[in-house]
Nanobody, 121 residues
Framework: QLQASGGGSVQAGGSLRLSCAAS????????MGWFRQAPGKEREFVAA????????NYADSVKGRFTISRDNAKNTVYLQMISLKPEDTAAYYC????????????????WGQGTLVTVSS
């Protein structure tokens, strides 16, 4: 089970850190990802990190502004977001991939509930 938190309302240029806590003892075996979904749009890939935390991947739209990381001792994955823009406004979802990883939603097996990020101009 995945529990996302840390969303909120910020002004453009601000920062937020999202957290996703996982239950169970096998978190360190999973590749993890963050996705987002804006109203009226499809869910899109934001960032992913491999099970050891050594490999990361980002959507072009967030490169240089967002950083994904994980702490396997705490069963938690993070998404640090800086220089936020109004177009970053969305519900953000964390997801776990048991057998692989990628940028498509179908490549992930478990999903947390969304945490809402609102960026005002």
């Amino acid at each position: 089970q995945l529990q996302a938190s840390g969303g909120g309302s910020v002004q453009a240029g601000g920062s937020l850190r999202l957290s996703c806590a996982a239950s169970g003892s096998t978190f360190s075996s999973f590749n993890m990802g963050w996705f987002r979904q804006a109203p009226g749009k499809e869910r899109e890939f934001v960032a992913a990190i491999d099970w050891r935390g050594g490999i990361t991947n980002y959507a072009d739209s967030v490169k240089g502004r967002f950083t994904i990381s994980r702490d396997n001792a705490k069963n938690t994955v993070y998404l640090q977001m800086i220089s936020l823009k109004p177009e970053d406004t969305a519900a953000y979802y964390c997801a776990a991939a048991y057998g692989g990883w990628g940028t498509r939603t179908y490549e992930y097996d478990d999903w947390g509930q969304g945490t809402l990020v609102t960026v005002s101009s």
